[in-house]
């Protein structure tokens, strides 16, 4: 059974910087890429970024580029997602997802989420 | 601005049934045949529900079906049930290495 299981989400002030974490099992963490996407309270959907399955690849949305980086532990089964210069429109419940192979799309499977605020 | 746009809101009753529909730009929706779709219950995860356009992942209720026409991809759930009350979204890629979500629609079943 694939399970994903976010963790490192809190409460920081706007500049600030915070580190998720992604542990993965229940597949070859390895051959697959990944992504974060985030959701803020009762809004949509928002993909943020995404790795290649070897971490030669990475991708990021142009509301995070310059601030987060994206990066996995393929020895750990664990990805990454640091978080740097953070505002409050960075508020979210942040997911991490399993994507194909040597894809973005689709994510074919998400953890539960961990909530980020960024408030002072 | 989601880059896919979709109906905010669409309802239906128990046994009809519903299409929701999401429209890129040329570059997007179009050119490719990634686009996905994901179910959203309250309070949890999204669901993976139909991939490049067309497909079902093994377990999802061959109720839901994925089409697509011209820029605009569609979502059928045909048969409705309480159960598939929801919010669904639509993915695709905006770039060769960027990918959208459109705005969500919130399904009510009367």
């Known amino acids: 059974e694939v399970q994903l299981v976010e963790s490192g989400g809190g409460l920081v002030q706007p500049g600030g910087s915070l580190r998720l974490s992604c542990v993965a099992s229940?597949?070859?963490?390895?051959?697959?890429?990944m992504s974060w996407a985030r959701q803020a309270p009762g809004k949509g959907l928002e993909w943020v970024s995404g790795?290649?399955?070897?971490?030669?690849?990475?991708y990021y949305a142009d509301s995070v580029k310059g601030r987060f980086t994206i990066s996995r532990d393929n020895s750990k089964n664990t990805l990454f997602l640091q978080m740097n210069s953070l505002r409050a429109e960075d508020t979210a419940v942040y997911y991490c997802?399993?994507?194909?192979?040597?894809?973005?799309?689709?994510?074919?499977?998400w953890g539960r989420g961990t909530l980020v605020t960024v408030s002072s | 601005q989601s880059a896919l746009t979709q109906p905010a809101s669409v309802s239906g009753s128990p046994g009809q049934s519903i299409t929701i529909s999401c429209t890129g730009t040329?570059?997007?929706?179009?050119?490719?045949?990634?686009v996905s779709w994901y179910q959203q219950h309250p309070g949890k995860a999204p669901k993976l529900i139909i991939y490049?356009?067309?497909n079902r992942p093994s377990g999802v209720s061959n109720r839901f079906s994925g089409s697509k026409s011209g820029n605009t991809a569609s979502l059928t759930i045909s048969g409705l049930q309480p159960e598939d009350e929801a919010d669904y979204f639509c993915?695709?890629?905006?770039?060769?290495?960027?990918?959208?979500f459109g705005g969500g629609t919130k399904l009510t079943v009367l």
């Open positions: 997802a399993k994507n194909p192979v040597r894809a973005l799309l689709p994510f074919d499977y």
């Open positions: 229940g597949f070859t963490f390895d051959n697959y890429a």
């Open positions: 790795i290649s399955y070897n971490g030669g690849g990475t």
């Open positions: 040329f570059s997007d929706v179009v050119h490719d045949n990634y």
């Open positions: 490049d356009v067309i």
């Open positions: 993915s695709s890629y905006t770039s060769s290495t960027t990918v959208g």
